[in-house]
DNA sequence: ACCTCGCCATGACACCTGTCACGGGTGCAA
DNA sequence: TTGCACCCGTGACAGGTGTCATGGCGAGGT
């Protein structure tokens, strides 16, 4: 069985999405079954069209690769998820696979390599940048607490602590006191250095 | 002559590279003679492989897209540049038409109308989003002077002004001055605030 | 020559932030 | 029960930040 792995593709770039199927349909044993381009069309999208292989890019309009994947998994055990994204951030990473992901790639490794990902994937195997995973490993999982990446998500546009304390329902004593601890854990000395270097962890 | 319009491409994310080559083999009249992810590599490249047209993502590394775009007008004015971007910013469009881009789309637009973009280039047209093109005019070009974007640009990574003042070679109270200025022209209350508003415009 | 504008700088002021110490509350595990 | 970790809050303090007034310098335009 299996001649041919069926996929589906979400990705909120069209340009992208489409030319990744272009790439993928060259390979004669993969046919690209589906494409969206929002995180809360891919669960409908699989039961209806059954693919074997997901590919998942993180970032999308309504909710993202992550939950799309954990929701994927959870109604279709059957179904794997390869992750493919922009950014190699070791907490996207672990995040993906506690999800149930069965790979996760980056988008700068060579095309070439993609559809031996995907066979791989099929396969039952895992696929995992070398790289990214050891990366993942020394920095391990996020040190913040639940309240501290709520507080630091929302200073990352920058807003004074007031209207943080305000949006959150908080006193504003409370949320300097969120910031200086989420300041300590990133080592850095600012709220918006902080946030920032949250958000490449893939703290937040 | 041109039987077939010669490409070149540059991205930095080597799978949307390849993949974007595979969606334009597809169409017969195109053919992808050089693919590079530096910014730096374009004009050599331009020169070695002689392309018609030239598609530049924005952020790359070495130099951005806009700059490689300028470099290649300056040296090869018959070459035309489409500027692909993932970011529809009205100040990247902008700036893109300055340094000589002949068109721009963003990477969401349909993966069908690339090709025919492409070809409108190649034709001497212009392509340019229009939905872009509206909010390039609303909000019009950056108010920002040179040295408030430069101070702008050094606070987006979220360190104190003490910094950035060293890293500029100003003292503490100019950079406060420009950033306070930056802070009104961009209708905001701090500088990350403000550094955040002129990314999305562009202005930076 | 004059004026305007950008750039750099200083000083002063009110306010915001980051830090610390402290307290009270909850829930969970030893 | 006793810890322990997390959550929320207060108060106080040093230092950072945003704003304003003021001044000097140089490059353009009238």
Redesign the pocket.
């Known amino acids: 069985m299996s001649g041919t792995t069926r996929l589906l593709l979400a990705d909120d770039q069209a340009l992208v999405r489409g030319a990744l199927a272009a790439l993928l349909a060259l390979e004669p044993d993969l046919e690209v079954v589906a494409e969206v381009g929002r995180g809360d069309e891919v669960l409908a999208a699989v039961a209806e069209h059954r693919p074997d292989v997901c590919l998942l890019d993180i970032q999308m309009p309504g909710i993202d690769g992550i939950e799309a994947c954990a929701a994927v998994r959870a109604a279709h055990p059957d179904v794997r998820v390869l992750v493919v994204t922009t950014f190699g951030r070791p907490g996207y990473l672990r995040r993906a696979l506690e999800a149930g992901a069965s790979g996760f790639v980056v988008k700068d490794t060579p095309a070439t390599e993609l559809a031996e990902a995907v066979r791989r994937v099929r396969a039952g195997l895992r696929v995992v940048d070398p790289v990214l995973a050891t990366e993942s490993l020394v920095d391990g999982a996020s040190p913040l ?4 990446s709520d507080v630091l998500r929302a200073a990352l546009d920058g807003e ?3 209207a943080i ?1 305000a949006r959150l ?6 949320v ?5 601890a989420a ?2 854990k990133t080592g850095t ?4 250095a902080a946030a920032r270097v949250a958000r490449e962890r893939g703290w937040i």
């Open positions: 607490t639940e309240r501290e004074p602590v007031s304390a329902h908080l006193s504003g004593g409370t300097r006191n969120h910031l200086s300041i300590g000395r600012t709220r918006a």
